[in-house]
């Protein structure tokens, strides 16, 4: 079962190439709600003193206003990454006034809908853009499902890594090469998709979540105490099915096809071109102000949901699928991680070292293409680990044949083990195998998982999840308060937040085009 990625494994090892396993690149985007001291959504704009949510490359907002993103740059070192994370949320706390950052992925006190404000970027065409698109999902999804945060784990492998991978490949140096890489991210992705399940597992960290969130509607989940829902064995609630889906697949008829980039690209084009009943009942434009971008199945190919993406960093109006098709796939982008609520950055080095082993190893293993049955297993699988992942007698399927997680995930990590080392050799370090070996246990206990600590944590302290998310975000508060800026690196983020401030004046002063002009001009690809 393992053959390919073993061969791939013999080879690498044997060739000594270690840039090719040293130069790889990890960018993150963390989502965190800025919350009051009571633990409601924050009511206030997003701060002008961390610039425009439009136009700064690292410090932006997600579907709410209170909904900070931050953005990491891309780099071959884990430890970088992990420090300008830091410094920037160092930065953000100096610019807050009576607000913390809510320290996990199911969110707060939520006073209904209309507690949550739509993130707003200003007056110009594309910040008008996409405060519309946000519109658009809250009518679609509700605004409630939307304030769920997560970690996106962005990867690219290093230049001299395909190479070396093509030739254990067997393929020739003058084949094009960036269909060639896509190829290769593509098998990535649809293993991803098949050992997605052990993410939730392994780092889910949304085991139960405040009444409140449900708004009063029923649900099967079940009560941990008189303000909090949970479910006994669930790793994951953000990734199960109370978290932002598009359970509307089946009435809709879409599903993006990772067969290829091609087919990748051409299932999400029809879905944005393909006009839905079901969305059209809100309209385009009501009373002069727009309700969505469009009536179609998706607005924009990012709201079509997945727990990974192929990605190519676009230019100005570009569409996604319009760059991916011109540049290939630049880097996968891993969507499937809860916030880490034990860790003021909310992700640790160790999660980033065998999420690094993962993925070369995903890259190497057989991926065959996904048939239906292969998809039913692959979105069975995930939500039982999401909802029942820690359960002793939890069956998952692999190609029809049923397994505990204790069984897959044994035998993953095993193999696992191998790339970890390889990566040790080329790094420098024992991180990579002991974040493995960390693993490890994890699947032989599940009261290792972050999920299970949480509530045990919270059964010890007789805390809801309110209380427990409360203290650990007044903790983490604490620890950013006593961490200190350079002058130099307190000067490099004024400079970026003024300097996007006037990136966003000059996009505003050069618009000309009223914005339904601008709207059909984007989709017809005429900017």
Request: hydrophobic share 35%; glycine share 6%; proline share 4%.
């Amino acid at each position: 079962m393992y053959q390919l990625a073993e061969k791939y494994l013999r080879a690498f090892s044997a060739s000594n190439e270690k840039s090719a396993f040293s130069q790889s690149r990890v960018g993150l985007e963390k989502e965190t709600l800025r919350v009051s001291h009571e633990g409601n959504l924050a009511q206030t704009p997003h701060p002008a003193s961390l610039g425009s949510a439009l136009t700064h490359p690292h410090i932006t907002t997600d579907f709410s206003e209170a909904m900070l993103e931050i953005v990491t740059p891309p780099s071959h070192d884990i430890t970088e990454v992990l420090r300008f994370l830091h410094d920037t949320q160092t930065f953000i706390y100096r610019q807050l006034e009576n607000e913390i950052l809510w320290a996990t992925s199911m969110p707060c006190v939520v006073a209904g809908e209309t507690s949550i404000p739509l993130a707003q970027y200003g007056s110009s065409n594309s910040g008008t853009m996409k405060t519309v698109y946000r519109r658009g999902l809250g009518h679609r999804y509700g605004r409630v499902m939307q304030v769920i945060s997560g970690v996106h784990y962005n990867y690219s492998f290093a230049e001299d890594f395909w190479p070396l991978f093509f030739e254990v490949a067997g393929k020739e140096r003058n084949d094009n090469m960036q269909d060639a890489i896509a190829e290769a991210y593509f098998a990535l992705l649809r293993n991803l998709q098949r050992f997605g399940w052990l993410i939730p597992y392994l780092f889910g960290a949304s085991p139960a979540v405040c009444m409140s969130f449900l708004q009063g509607k029923k649900t099967t989940l079940k009560p941990f105490n008189k303000t909090t829902y949970y479910e006994p064995y669930a790793t994951s609630l953000r990734m199960g099915d109370i978290g932002y889906q598009n359970n509307k697949e089946s009435e809709v008829g879409i599903v993006a096809d990772y067969s290829s980039l091609h087919a990748y690209t051409k299932t999400l084009q029809c879905a944005i071109e393909t006009p839905s009943p079901a969305y059209e009942k809100f309209g385009l434009e009501v009373d002069g102000v727009f309700q969505q971008l469009n009536t179609h199945i998706l607005q924009i190919e990012n709201e079509y949901y997945s727990t990974v993406r192929p990605k190519q960093i676009t230019n100005r109006y570009e569409m996604p699928i319009d760059a991916l098709r011109s540049r290939g796939v630049q880097y996968v982008e891993l969507r499937s991680l809860d916030v880490n609520a034990f860790h003021p950055l909310g992700i640790d080095e160790e999660q980033l070292y065998f999420l690094e082993t993962l993925m070369l190893f995903c890259i190497c293993h057989e991926s065959p293409m996904i048939d239906e049955v292969g998809r039913v297993e692959i979105d069975l699988n995930e939500m039982l680990s999401a909802h029942q992942g820690r359960d002793p007698s939890l069956k998952l399927l692999r190609n029809g044949t049923s397994l505990s997680i204790k069984e897959w995930g044994g035998e993953l990590l095993q193999q696992l083990m191998g790339f970890a080392e390889l990566l040790d050799n080329a790094n420098n370090t024992t991180a990579y195998s002991d974040s493995v070996r960390k693993q490890q246990q994890a699947i032989v206990d599940p009261e290792c998982t972050p999920s299970a600590r949480m509530l045990d944590d919270m059964r010890e302290r007789g805390e809801g999840f309110y209380q427990y998310a409360m203290r650990m975000s007044q903790q983490h508060h604490q620890a950013f308060m006593q961490s200190n800026l350079s002058d130099r690196q307190l000067a490099f983020y004024q400079q970026l937040s003024e300097q996007s401030l006037q990136q966003q004046k000059q996009i505003e002063e050069s618009d000309t085009l009223p914005f339904a002009t601008f709207l059909q001009r984007y989709y017809a690809r005429q900017l």
